[in-house]
């Protein structure tokens, strides 16, 4: 299921993965980002409506970008949300929707796998959107932002190693993380019930700890290159932009046999949790995940609206 998808994958991942909030996506990806879906706000339209605000102090923070790059970062967001808002935000309202009639009956791991590809086109499509974006600001880069850049991402796979191993042992740190995940699902169930617990805990103590932070670390390091190569060679814009949609491509579909099977391992076992967990739901339970579904297509629509001059 779409939003939903991707909120329990982020939880129910490694530790490090539950990192990956808001900001985190932001950071992973530059000006791509799940930012624009903004689901991890209390208030997805408050959220929205300030992520131009978020998108430019992630660039920032990342970049230590100077007053030239900051002004053209700023049009450029700028533009990219009104692209987005007038052209997206109803196809995310209607994938919404989708997600809503599959509670009506049992949920399978296809039914999820299925719309969690339609929400992969439609980031895909946003990267093809921003890839210009991202390649006119690679060229303007100093090699100095680029290992500032660099170094942040270090640090952070630095300190998420670091938290891994601290969770890495012993049945309290599982009894811990299933806690937390509770929570988490919590956030979209209303509660949490015996039965689903003990799903979390079956796919906590199955999971690959370190998978998806080595698969991050190899993504943040191409993304690096990526950027040291389009400033050190200066290719013509069309070349840039095509490097930047090649890397997004590689994000969704990696050309490494080994990388692109566990990749579709990871996301098959996240459909699957995802389905285990609705399957086990109550009925009060599917109305308060339905009504938060139908809350944020509600949102979405009302977003559309506004930027369509209906509002």
């Known amino acids: 299921m779409g939003v939903v998808a991707n ?18 996506h932001a950071r992973r990806f530059v000006l791509v980002s799940v930012t624009l879906l903004v689901t991890a706000c209390s208030s997805l339209k408050l ?7 978020l998108l430019l102090y992630a660039l920032d923070s990342y970049l230590d970008l100077d007053e030239r790059q900051q002004a053209m970062a700023g049009e450029r967001v700028r533009r990219l949300l009104g692209w987005h808002r007038a052209t997206q935000l109803t196809g995310y309202a209607q994938l919404l929707a989708d997600a809503q009639r599959t509670l009506d009956g049992r949920v399978g791991a ?48 630095s300190s998420a190693r670091r938290e891994l191993v601290r969770f890495a042992g012993g049945r309290e740190s599982v009894d811990a993380r299933v806690k937390r995940y509770g929570e988490r699902a919590e956030s979209w169930f209303g509660s949490v019930n015996d039965a689903q617990m003990q799903i979390l805990r079956d ?14 670390e190899r993504r943040q390091n191409e993304m690096v290159q990526m950027l040291r190569r ?27 046999p080994a990388r692109r099977a566990a990749l579709t391992e990871y996301r098959r076992a996240n459909a699957e949790l995802i389905a285990r967990l609705i ?24 977003l559309a609206a506004a930027a369509n001059g209906r509002g």
Do not use: C
Not at 7 to 24: H, K
Not at 47 to 53: F, K, Q, V
Not at 203 to 216: F, G, V
């Open 47 to 53: 959220g929205y409506n300030n992520a131009d605000t």
């Open 279 to 302: 399957n086990a739901a109550t009925a009060a339970q599917r109305a308060t995940l339905a009504k938060k579904l139908r809350g944020y297509a509600d949102d979405f629509t009302a």
């Open 230 to 256: 389009i400033h050190d060679e200066q290719p013509p814009a069309a070349e840039a932009t095509r490097r930047v949609r090649e890397f997004f491509a590689q994000l969704a579909e990696p050309r490494d």
């Open 7 to 24: 909120e329990i994958d982020r939880s129910t991942g490694d530790p490090a993965a539950r990192r990956g909030r808001l900001g985190a």
């Open 110 to 157: 296809d039914d999820v796998a299925t719309l969690q590809q339609q929400m992969n086109a439609k980031f895909a499509a946003l990267g093809d959107e921003v890839a210009p974006d991202i390649a006119a600001l690679a060229q303007t880069l100093a090699p100095a932002q680029i290992d500032h850049f660099a170094a942040k991402l270090a640090k952070e796979s």
């Open 203 to 216: 796919a906590l103590e199955s999971k690959t700890q370190t998978w998806w932070l080595d698969e991050r």
